[in-house]
């Protein structure tokens, strides 16, 4: 979640790739209505999970980026 409806979602969206770990790939993107004109960024990712420790890594480079205030996991699966 955005810390404001004045955050440039699509900006974040294209440095994603720059902020995320090695070992992660994005596999879709897209910009949702949350409520009251705010918007939010969801994300899909592929993890190389060898690095047992690579969700929280993610986790903590999304935590990092300006402008976002709140990341959520809603869902995961082994491929």
Same mark, same amino acid.
């Given at each position: 979640m955005p810390e404001g409806t004045e955050v440039d979602l699509n900006a974040i969206i294209e440095k994603l790739p720059t902020l995320i770990p090695a070992g992660i790939?994005?596999?879709?993107?897209?910009?949702?209505?949350? =409520?009251? !004109?705010?918007?939010?960024?969801? =994300?899909g990712f592929v993890i190389d999970d060898t690095d047992s420790e690579i969700g929280s890594k993610l986790e903590d480079a999304l935590r990092a980026i300006? !402008?976002? =205030?709140?990341?959520e996991c809603v869902a995961s699966t082994v491929l």
């Open positions: 790939q994005i596999t879709e993107t897209s910009i949702n209505p949350v =409520a009251f !004109g705010l918007m939010k960024i969801t =994300a300006d !402008g976002i =205030a709140e990341i």
